[in-house]
């Protein structure tokens, strides 16, 4: 019996190794997403961190701001949507057959 926990113990180490490294990974990646057939990029890390914001001139408009806020908050909301995706399915390889909800 102890052998066994032993090696599960082991097991679990492993594990936890493998997903911090999925982790380090993931927060590495660069995530970009558009609106407004490219009028404004977005680009953020694995750590839902904003890392660029890219405007082409046309799209900066003094009398429709409003469009131009849309657009950014529209290309913010899919790269951010972009990064749960990839770390659900990342990270859901570990949690595969657990019974953990909430975990990520």
Do not use: R
Not at 67 to 94: H, S, W
């Amino acid at each position: 019996m102890k052998g066994n926990m032993n090696n599960m113990m082991k097991q679990m180490q492993k594990m936890q190794k493998k997903m911090e490294k999925a982790q380090e990974e993931l927060y590495e990646m660069s995530f970009e997403a558009t609106a407004g057939g490219g009028m404004v990029k977005v680009v953020a890390n694995g750590k839902k961190e904003i890392t660029d914001v890219q405007l082409q001139e046309d799209v900066v408009d003094p009398d429709d701001v409003d469009m131009l806020q849309d657009l950014i908050i529209a290309a913010t909301n899919d790269v951010i949507k972009q990064i749960d995706d990839k770390t659900n399915d990342t990270m859901g390889e570990f949690t595969k057959g657990m019974n953990m909800p909430g975990m990520f």
